[in-house]
């Protein structure tokens, strides 16, 4: 009985601490952004960029097992992630391809690249892993399709790793549809 007593009043004491802060991380761009005359692209623009909907939420997402997930509650996303994501491959496609590349809706570019990202999330191993798709259309007609599936080890343990392994992944992403652009063109 008084082992009962003890165990509820340290956990009690335990609950009564300090509360947990959430953590908020932002998914930029490393790309120093600076004022200057926007060069567009005459070729390529972006046209749809979709989420899966599991990630198109606040917090950051761990795989806990094989077709299991947990999104974190304390450590979330600081803008929704259908917004940081197409900002950071507008951006970063654009400064690998060296133009930049606008939206298909501002009429330029008669090659529209649509992106789909179906997996983004930390795995239970320590990685983090990006699954994603894009496909190239010109004059209404698919053109070119591609993947992309890769993972890369957390430097380090916690979200804000995972957070950096996410962006990195999305940087690789960027490089690799620049690479795709410049073939079609």
């Known amino acids: ?17 300090q509360p947990v802060e959430t953590q908020y991380y932002l998914l930029r761009t490393d790309t120093p952004q600076r004022s200057r005359d926007l060069q567009p692209s005459q070729e390529f623009a972006f046209g749809q960029v979709t989420i899966a909907a599991y990630i198109d939420q ?10 299991e997930i947990r999104p974190a509650v304390y450590h979330q996303w600081a803008e929704p992630m259908y917004q940081s994501v197409r900002n950071l491959l507008v951006i970063e496609v654009s400064q690998a391809l060296g133009e930049d590349v606008f939206p298909a809706r501002a ?3 008669d090659t529209i690249v649509d992106i789909r990202i179906d997996q983004l999330h930390g795995t239970a191993d320590g990685e983090a892993m990006l699954v994603a798709y894009w496909w190239l259309r010109r004059g209404g007609e698919v053109i070119a399709s591609y993947q992309f599936a890769e993972s890369r080890d957390l430097s380090r343990d916690g979200y804000g790793a995972l957070a950096n ?3 990195a992944l999305l940087v690789q992403l960027a490089e690799r549809i620049a690479a795709s ?4 063109g």
């Open 107 to 109: 009429g330029v570019g």
């Open 181 to 184: 652009l410049k073939d079609a």
């Open 1 to 17: 009985m008084k082992f009962a007593t003890l165990t509820v009043l340290l956990m009690l004491a335990a609950c009564s601490g």
């Open 165 to 167: 392994a996410e962006q």
């Open 58 to 67: 606040p917090g950051l997402v761990l795989e806990t097992r094989a077709g």
